[in-house]
């Protein structure tokens, strides 16, 4: 796994988390005010990814996702939908497993 630190379309520094076949698994959730934040966001998410609380839910499209938390703040967000709740579990916990090692 891989983060990338980028500007999304509007201009706004976030972070997001590949794996090795470039597919996108997870996401900030939420943009920067600059990109040094970004990828101190990033930081922080790899360093906690494996104690962190992960949260499955349907979103408003009825597609299931993933949410970490760290305390009260949201730290990460799946990088797709998916048609069920294990598959969105078994994302989740690929990420908990894999994100400490990924390349920042």
Avoid: C
């Amino acid at each position: 796994m891989y983060f990338k630190i980028a500007n999304t379309q509007s201009g706004a520094p976030s972070w997001w988390l590949y794996a090795n076949n470039n597919r996108l698994v997870a996401w900030a959730g939420e943009t920067f005010d600059s990109t040094s934040n970004a990828r101190r966001a990033a930081a922080a998410f790899k360093s906690g990814a494996f104690t962190a609380r992960y949260e499955v839910y349907t979103d408003a499209g009825g597609a299931w996702r993933w949410r970490a938390w760290r305390s009260s703040d949201k730290v990460a967000a799946s990088g797709e939908s998916f048609s069920s709740k294990n598959a969105a579990q078994d994302a989740a916990e690929n990420v908990r497993r894999n994100a400490g090692n990924a390349v920042l």
